[in-house]
Structure formats: structure tokens, C-alpha cells
């Protein structure tokens, strides 16, 4: 049974680097596309973006000048890194194991169960 | 970005009783393979998301019979033939056919 587990500061201060990772369990990091979805307080889901065999990376454009999403596979996790923070990033974040293809669909089948992320000073 | 909207955001609902939710694209999910890039994912209370239905209309491994999804072009509807009450939570539509992905702005169903 493939597991993912979120780790990282609760708490961070504006303009900082927010940085989380999530380490896989129950099966190999390769071969799929190992994204961050993230939830407001109270709000819908947000996709961040995914990592796709440490080449290929593809992020919200309302993110991408502050997002990146790396993978470790010797380590059997990927992180996600958003700079520059401000209290509008505050929500719950999200690792999770997508599936896409050569049309570009895309669905998510195991999620980690998040970790509230709050910015604040 | 392609925008989703589902209707009703709030459904109480009898158990035993069906349910239906719909959703809507801001432009066509039909791929030219003839495939829908919609899924259906359901939040329950205090859980991450799990998917519920893919390509609009095919059951995820695990999810009961009572649940079916349809629709097409632009206008989807998530269906459950008899509520339960394991059945409460958030339920969102996402379109997956283009980057950025993005999610209706959730329905939460419960129970009356």
C-alpha cells in the first residue's frame, strides 16, 4: 500500500521560503508525477504542480515564479519549496502520487494527509 | 484557466435518497480520443481527498456502484442512487484536461 507522508515547518514567517517534503512509502518514486495540491482554510483544493522523473516539471502560473518541486529518488521523496510567502499562502498542503499520459490527463490516486502550513510573523 | 462551477455548494440530503451534483467547465473537456478529462473526488470530515470517478463517467477501484458519473462537453453531473451516511463530505469536480488543473469550488453533502 503505497503511503505518502508530508513533513515541514508549521509555521513561517512572510517573505520567507516555505519548504515541505514527502517521503513515499510502499512503492518507488519513479514513473509518476509527484505533485502538491494545497487547501485554504476553509476553501477549495489548489494544484500546485508536479515533478515528473526530476526532468520534467510543470507548475500553476499563478506560482511559478515562486515554486519549485524536486525529487530525491536515493531518498524516496520529493519536496516542494514556495518563496516569498505572505499570508495568503496559508492552507493546508497536500503531497500526493498523479498519473498523466501523452493527452495530458491527469488524476491523483494516493494523497498525503497534509499539514497545515500557516505565515505569520 | 478553465473554470469549473458546481451547483449546489450545499446538499442536505435523506439516506437513502439519491443525490445529484453538477458541474460545469468554462470550455469543452472532450479530447479528440473521445475521451472527458473530469474527475470526481470526494473529501470526507477531517480526510484528504480520495478520487471517486475518472474520465467522467468510470467508478475508481473501491467506490460502490451507487455512485455514476456522466456528462459531456461542458456540463457533468456526479450522481449517488442511494445516500449513505459514510457518503458525507466535500465533493469536487476537477478538469484534467490542461495545466493548470482546477477544482470546483466544492459541494458538501449531509446528511438530514
Known amino acids: 500500500q503505497v503511503q505518502l507522508q508530508e513533513s515541514g515547518p508549521g509555521l513561517v514567517k512572510p517573505s520567507e521560503t516555505l519548504s515541505l517534503t514527502c517521503i513515499v512509502s510502499g512503492g518507488s518514486i519513479s514513473s509518476y508525477y509527484w505533485s502538491w495540491i494545497r487547501q485554504p482554510p476553509g476553501r477549495g483544493l489548489e494544484w500546485i504542480g508536479y515533478v515528473f522523473y526530476s526532468v520534467f516539471r510543470n507548475y500553476n502560473p499563478s506560482l511559478k515564479s515562486r515554486v519549485t518541486i524536486s525529487v530525491d529518488t536515493s531518498k524516496n521523496q520529493f519536496s516542494l519549496k514556495l518563496s516569498s510567502v505572505t499570508a495568503a499562502d496559508t492552507a493546508v498542503y497536500y503531497c500526493a502520487r498523479g498519473h498523466s499520459d501523452t493527452s495530458g490527463y491527469y488524476f491523483v490516486d494516493y494523497w498525503g494527509q497534509g499539514t497545515l502550513v500557516t505565515v505569520s510573523s | 484557466d478553465i473554470v469549473m462551477t458546481q451547483s449546489p455548494l450545499s446538499l442536505p440530503v435523506t439516506p437513502g435518497e439519491p443525490a445529484s451534483i453538477s458541474c460545469r467547465s468554462s470550455q469543452s473537456l472532450l479530447y479528440s480520443n473521445g475521451n472527458i478529462f473530469l474527475d470526481w473526488y470526494l473529501q470526507k470530515p477531517g480526510q484528504s481527498p480520495q478520487l471517486l470517478i475518472y474520465?467522467?463517467?468510470n467508478r475508481a477501484s473501491g467506490v460502490p456502484d451507487r455512485f455514476s458519473g456522466s456528462g459531456s462537453g461542458t456540463d457533468f453531473t456526479l450522481r449517488i442512487s442511494r445516500v449513505e451516511a459514510d457518503d458525507v463530505g466535500v465533493y469536487y469536480c476537477m478538469q484534467a484536461l490542461q495545466t493548470p488543473y482546477t477544482f470546483g469550488q466544492g459541494t458538501k453533502l449531509e446528511i438530514k
Open positions: 474520465l467522467a463517467s
